[in-house]
């Protein structure tokens, strides 16, 4: 549709997965009622998922999962190449993930656990990131179909792509939840950037970082907060370190 | 004359399937040199990491295992939790779960026939082209799964990857108005699903036969979800704790998933072993349903699995129906039972949609986990789909089918099993 | 205004008649905390049985009711090359129940805000109006402050306000729907006793307090102190997470965005409650940040509170119901803040920011 | 089952004071103010360096193009439909009611989606908001104007006032400084300011580069240029925060009282009426009471500059 003068484009897009669970790749088929207006902003290229059409053509690949192996090193540099603009999709491919707890032992004693010392290849955990430069990243395990079709919808008519700079707290407290910290547990939505609509709080769980930080997060005054409401710090590592979004932090608060 | 045939088909990261998997079939002078199915998913190792967590934490861990079963890993791992801790949650926390295991299961069947399986008899690459072709069928199967995602929704918070399924209960119940709400979408919603059969009523289904053996659950009351017996169509039965002799993993070479095996060579789970072991705890709905496809217990053809799917569709949305109302006029403020951690082990085994799916956890005194074993529906598959295949294979050989007919019937073969790949290697 | 006394099941049965016959908003309890206390919050309510009329504070405060957290302003629908749009303030009419006089104070400022000076709020305006408010008063909790900000008694901006007089309740007819309503269920007029039980709760409410801030001359106070490095101190603590604005009954600071309906065909444009407090609340294009700082944001929303802005006649907006207070997880709290800021004046006297020639 | 007896109509609490002072929702203008712009198509892009664009605005409907007025100074709401609102000083002449003209640099969404837009797009205008620069009150004075970067966009208007009305002011000086040469917009019109409308023009630049002759360094330098009577001169301050402060700064001590200097603010803003409070200096609304302030006010209010 021709628009102030300029025509709107569907996205030549490529979804790829990597080490994950594919619930990424999935939310791109919910929210039903809008499925086919969404797909109409898009040219699908390749999707393995729902469709064996397979096209190394396409402006925007959509990067899913962590990087655990060295094949898909290799591959995901490919699909860098080709693609003019490479999007971390999820939490996995943002920070690694719940995957990441695994970077915690060593990798024999990893593969010993699960495999019984059956010859399995496998590394570190990496981000996208970590591999190859990306130029958009969507947080969320898994990401929200909301804020993946606001971004489609921007990407289409040529608007720079943002995020919400604030944390789960402005979204939580205007769902009108209770606190989870009144409830006596700890709650990571002050760190964690919003974006979610507050799923977690709001179905009464505390929010485990999936998002990663939010802009400028006063680390030290949530540890603090941890400690004056005596709650356990162990819990609140566990749960910063869950998908491993905040890392650097964790290393500054021991 | 006839020529003698060689071939060789080697699908590299199979498309339209959950996870990463290879089919490769080599044919020699006519005869069939090679049939493998190889899963070559990167391991996630989550039986590694889920050691040493909190056991609160361990479903909300465990459901990332399956972005398309996130619910029945997120139960299975409760259901051990709490028989490991002695933990009794409410009644009306189990009626949620059982709804939410609707929902799933529901979302995930549509999800497969509609955009995993249909396109195979429709000779297209994906959906996506049905949407332009048959608008009508793409929008039932689309309001089937809308329905499938919005009891998931309203019963966990979320349709991927729960957030209020927690151990000794649920943390927030659904409020009366999403319930009432759920109960007219349902009831808009069975004509959507009448679309459905009729429609696949119209598809062909291959005849093949390999005679296996059928493993679900079954608890006696109630068509399998969240616990039972292990039983098999050749007359096995087992506790849930039992589950190892249900399954005895083992590894092959080609496969980063493993096999499975109980009495004979292969066995199979899923939709269709459900049916066959369950035929008649299935609502009459369901069963009609299901004579109109000349689908009777205990059927041996795998691709019968498709239709099973949509038997059991027909039975979620009566069961569903029930269930809300059992809601309603539950205590929605009785949901959650608290606990102490404690040390303990135990099994949990649900029915996720490809199939029974075990979770084994140990605690310690502090409700740390120590010790986990997860054994995946399509897990137990992949050994049957490997000997499907090569029994495929020689028919299509014997009926003198050429390559790209053989590749596309072993694809539709895969299919049928709806394989939850990245989920089997966990 | 007219004064009347209504008996308690009396009243019960005419709250049941309006609450069933309109969309009604009532304290109900949503929640039991950490401690065992129950958690309340204006939640749609369908019968007067849902309602927790002995509650004592909503968690949340009433005014998304006025100004949503997030409220469609205008909707574009594009044609080719051109477009159309589409302005709507309608409000469907909405009773909200239980409302404490410094609610209604809140309600009161915010008419202020919103519908004085040059551009009243059209939207803001079509609620107000829509909105029938029936007032309750109560005794205050330890950490209310309502009486230093002198918003502990109300006596406009409500349909109808009612005041606990042991059986009975003393009614304040403030409209003439209220007052049509009533006249269907038994009232009394106010006896001698009533009115002299009227005094006696207001006196008993007035001396209940137990916090009381000194606010006097804090206006200029704060113009002084803006270089305090008390806004530092409580900056430090502040975790910039929007809490206390979001359940402040007056904090209205808001952010416009725009968006395109997912088939491009159209646009809607909303503005989304914001908070002084956020990161991003005073940044520009190309980065510039002007209150960069947390003390700098934290400063805002208390200048803004309780020095006022020329929105308000530079009034004080704080109507001390301290639900920020008890809403931070960092534990700011207005009475700490200010008292820290009266103390440090009072030890040091040099901290007097030199206008003009500040570098 | 309902009684219908007790259904609110609305409208029962007495708000007669604010109703009075409401929207009316029939007259056309005020209900523009608020929420509903002007249409106005963009009748031509000039582009002025990499970043800035002047963008003609020329409104729709011919009987609101006449009522559009506005004085120098003062700022707009331009709605991009799509992609949201900026404020965006007016920078044509008062009395060109055909055209308005917009120097826009491309910045963030609103600004970029204005810059994809081609000729003939439609776009809508709120406003005019805010205060302006007080020609009159400068009137049989001098007016020195100091302008850096993109603080030329509402000196325009101002330019263009004296241009149609300089016979009310004596000696007329505008310094303009910019980082770089390509980056002093309007070039083309410097001999226009310079002989038609009598300004005396001195330009300035950060870093030359080889093909600029003329002065390099900062603003503040180019005073040296000429001397002024403190007691007669009234001054015009456009541009980066820091600038402001020192030529400001640099004024005083020559003598200029501190009200005769004037100054236009830039914050971030969302409604452009005085509700959104994103616009706050001290408690004092940029869209309000600015943007356009004297040095004095701008002193006296906290985190002004
Ligand atoms: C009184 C006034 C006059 C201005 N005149 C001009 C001008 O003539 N030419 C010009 O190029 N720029 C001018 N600006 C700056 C211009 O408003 C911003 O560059 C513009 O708002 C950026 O909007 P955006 O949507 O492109 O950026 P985004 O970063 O996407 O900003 C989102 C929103 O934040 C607000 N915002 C962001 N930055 C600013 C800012 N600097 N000032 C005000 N609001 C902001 C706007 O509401 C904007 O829509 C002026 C600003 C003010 C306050
Ligand atoms: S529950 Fe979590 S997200 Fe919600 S207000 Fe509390 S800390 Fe913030
Ligand atoms: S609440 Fe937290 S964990 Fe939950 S989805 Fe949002 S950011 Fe992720
Ligand atoms: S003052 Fe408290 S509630 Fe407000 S933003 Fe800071 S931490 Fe959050």
């Known amino acids: 549709m021709n628009h102030l003068g300029f025509e709107l484009q569907p996205l030549k897009i490529a979804s790829f997965d990597f080490t994950c669970c594919e619930g990424c790749q999935l939310q791109l088929a919910n929210r039903e009622s809008t499925l086919p207006e969404f797909l109409a902003l898009v040219d699908i290229r390749n999707f393995r998922e729902i469709s064996s059409e397979r096209h190394d053509d396409y402006d925007i690949a959509l990067v899913e999962g962590s990087i655990t192996r060295s ?91 943002t995020l919400p700079t604030y944390p789960v707290c402005v979204e939580c407290k205007q769902r009108l939840n209770t606190c989870l910290f009144d409830l006596g547990e700890i709650c990571l939505g002050p760190v964690t950037r919003a974006g979610c609509d507050a799923v977690c709080p709001t179905g009464n769980t505390a929010c485990l970082g999936c998002r990663g930080p939010a802009e ?28 491993n979004g905040f890392g650097d932090y964790l290393e500054e608060e021991t | 004359m006839k020529r003698k045939l060689d071939f060789d088909i080697d699908l590299h990261h199979l498309p339209r399937v959950e996870g990463h998997g290879n089919i490769r079939i080599s044919v020699r002078d006519g005869r069939l040199a090679e049939a493998t199915w190889a899963v070559v998913e990167t391991p996630r190792f989550f039986e590694a990491i889920v050691k040493g967590m909190s056991a609160e934490r361990v479903p909300f861990l465990t459901s990332r295992i399956c972005g398309i079963c996130s619910i029945s890993h997120s139960l299975a791992s409760i259901r051990a939790l709490e028989r490991a801790m002695e933990i009794t949650p409410p009644e009306t926390a189990l009626t949620i779960r059982l709804l939410a295991m609707h929902g799933e299961t529901l979302q995930s069947h549509a999800l497969h026939l509609f955009f995993l399986a249909a396109p195979d008899f429709l000779d297209a690459p994906s959906a996506l082209p049905i949407m332009q072709s048959h608008p009508e069928i793409v929008r039932a199967g689309l309001q089937l799964k809308e329905l499938g995602n919005e009891i998931s929704t309203v019963t966990t918070g979320r349709c991927t990857h729960p957030v209020s399924l927690v151990l000794g209960g649920v943390s927030k119940a659904p409020s009366r108005e999403l319930l009432l709400r759920l109960k007219t979408m349902i009831a808009e919603r069975l004509p959507a699903l009448e679309r459905t059969t009729e429609f696949f009523s119209t598809l062909t289904i291959p005849q093949f036969v390999r005679e296996t053996e059928f493993i679900s659950l079954r608890n006696g009351s109630a068509y399998p979800s969240i616990g039972g017996d292990l039983v098999s169509t050749d007359g096995v039965v087992r506790d849930e704790e039992d589950y190892l002799r249900m399954t005895n993993e083992y590894l092959v070479a080609f496969s980063t998933s493993k096999f499975t095996k109980v009495t004979r060579q292969s066995s199979a789970a899923g939709a269709l072993a459900r049916f066959n072991n369950n035929f008649g705890l299935l609502h009459p709905r369901a069963r009609a349903a299901a004579a109109a496809f000349g689908l009777e217990p205990v059927c041996h053809n795998p691709f019968m699995n498709n239709v099973a799917q949509l038997v059991e569709c027909h039975h979620i949305m009566e069961d569903a129906a029930m269930l809300v109302d059992r809601l309603l006029d539950a205590d929605l403020l009785d949901i959650r039972t608290a606990f102490k951690p404690k040390a303990g082990s135990a099994t949990g085994a649900v029915e996720a949609p490809r199939g029974i799916l075990y979770h084994h956890l140990e605690t310690d005194d502090e409700g740390k986990v120590v010790k986990a074993d997860c054994i995946i529906p399509t897990t137990q598959n992949n050994a049957n789909i490997h000997y499907d295949l090569h029994a495929l294979a020689e028919q299509a050989l014997a009926e003198g089918r050429n390559e790209a007919e053989t590749e596309k019937l072993c694809v539709i073969l895969v299919r049928s099993y709806d394989p939850c790949i990245s989920c089997s290697v966990h | 205004m007219i004064y009347k006394v209504i008996s308690k099941p009396e009243f019960i049965s005419f709250i049941d008649a309006i609450v069933k016959a309109n969309n009604a908003y009532g304290p109900r309890q949503v929640d039991t905390g950490r401690r065992g206390e129950p958690i309340y919050q204006f939640m749609p309510v369908t019968s007067a049985g849902e309602i927790a009329f002995d509650y004592t504070a909503t968690h949340s405060s009433a005014k998304h009711l006025f100004l949503p957290f997030r409220d469609e302003l205008s909707k574009f629908s594009f044609t080719d090359g051109n477009w159309e749009q589409e302005v709507r303030y309608d409000a469907p009419p909405i009773v909200l129940i239980g409302l404490r006089p410094c609610d209604i104070n809140a309600v009161n400022i915010l008419d202020d805000v919103m519908l004085r000076g040059p551009y009243p709020s059209p939207y803001y305006l079509a609620r107000r109006r829509n909105t029938f408010i029936i007032g309750m008063d109560h005794l205050p909790l330890a950490d209310c402050f309502c009486k230093s900000m002198n918003r502990h008694t109300v006596n406009h901006g409500f349909n109808l306000f009612c005041s606990d007089i042991g059986d009975r309740y003393y009614l304040s007819i403030n409209s003439a729907n209220a007052f049509g309503f009533l006249k269907e269920f038994r009232l009394e007029e106010p006896s001698y006793e009533d009115n002299c039980n009227l005094i006696e709760r207001r006196k008993m409410i007035k001396h209940s307090f137990t916090t009381n801030i000194e606010v006097t001359g804090l206006p200029v106070f704060l113009d002084i102190e803006f270089d305090s490095p008390i806004w530092q101190k409580w900056g430090d603590k502040c975790l910039s997470c929007g809490s206390c604005a979001m359940v402040c009954p007056t904090c209205y600071c808001y952010s416009v965005e725009e968006r395109f309906d997912i088939d491009l065909k159209g646009s809607t444009r909303q503005n989304h409650l914001y908070s002084c407090n956020l990161v991003d609340f005073a940044q520009v294009a190309g980065g510039h940040n002007f209150r960069p700082k947390n003390g700098d944001r934290l400063k805002y929303r208390y200048y803004h509170h309780y020095r006022g802005f020329a929105a308000n006649d530079n009034q004080q907006i704080c109507v001390g119901c301290n639900r920020c207070g008890r809403a931070c997880l960092a534990g700011i709290n207005p009475k700490d803040v200010i008292n820290d800021l009266r103390l440090e004046r009072e030890s040091c006297m040099t901290c007097v920011s030199t206008s003009p020639d500040r570098t | 089952m309902h009684d219908l007896r007790f259904n609110i109509p609305g409208q029962d609490l007495n708000l007669e004071p604010f109703a009075l002072r409401a929207p009316d929702f029939q007259k056309k203008c005020e209900v523009m103010i608020t929420d509903r712009g002007y249409k106005c198509r963009i009748t031509n892009i000039v582009p002025l360096s990499g970043q800035e664009r002047l963008f003609l605005l020329r409104i729709v409907d011919p009987l609101e193009r006449e009522l559009f007025n506005f004085r120098p100074g003062q700022f707009l709401m331009l709605e991009v439909p799509g992609y949201g609102e900026a404020p965006i000083s007016i920078s044509s002449s008062t009395s060109n009611h055909e055209f308005i003209e917009l120097c826009i640099r491309r910045a963030g969404h609103v600004t970029s989606a204005l810059f994809e837009a081609k000729q003939g797009a439609i776009v809508s205008i709120r406003g005019p908001f805010g205060t302006a620069f007080p020609m009159e009150q400068m009137k049989g004075r001098n007016v020195l104007m100091v302008a850096g970067g993109l603080g030329i966009a509402p000196m325009r208007a101002p330019l263009f006032w004296i241009g149609n009305h300089r016979d009310w002011y004596r000696d007329v000086r505008l310094l303009y400084g910019a980082k770089e040469p390509s980056q002093l917009l309007f070039s083309y019109q410097f001999e226009e300011w310079q002989k038609v409308s009598n300004v005396k023009l001195h330009t300035i630049v950060e870093n030359p580069d080889g093909s600029w002759r003329g002065r390099s360094g900062m603003i503040t330098t180019l005073f040296d240029e000429f001397t002024f009577d403190p007691e007669e001169t009234w001054a015009i301050v456009c541009g980066p925060p820091a600038m402001f402060k020192f030529v400001c700064n640099y004024l005083d001590l020559k003598g200029i009282p501190m009200n005769r200097m004037f100054v236009s603010l830039e914050r971030r803003m969302h409604c452009g009426m005085g509700k959104c409070c994103r616009c706050m200096v001290g408690s004092t609304f940029t869209c309000l009471d600015g943007p356009v302030f004297d040095y004095w006010s701008v002193m006296n209010l906290k985190e002004a500059i």
């Open chain 1, 216 to 243: 400028e997060i006063n680390f030290p005054a949530f540890a603090q907060l941890v400690r004056d409401k005596e709650l356990s710090m162990a819990d609140m590592r566990e749960k910063l370190a869950f998908y």
């Open chain 1, 71 to 161: 094949d898909e090193i290799e591959r995901l540099k490919t699909i860098r190449a080709r693609a003019k603009m490479l999007v971390a999709f999820g939490t996995c491919a943002c920070f690694g993930g719940v995957n990441s707890l695994k970077n915690r032992m060593p990798q024999e004693a990893v593969i010993r656990e699960v495999y019984d010392g059956k010859a399995i290849e496998t590394m570190p955990s990496m981000r996208i990131g970590d591999i190859v430069e990306v130029d958009y990243g969507i947080p969320g395990c898994p990401v929200s179909k909301e804020e993946v079709e606001r971004i489609v919808v921007s990407l289409v008519s040529r608007s720079p792509v």
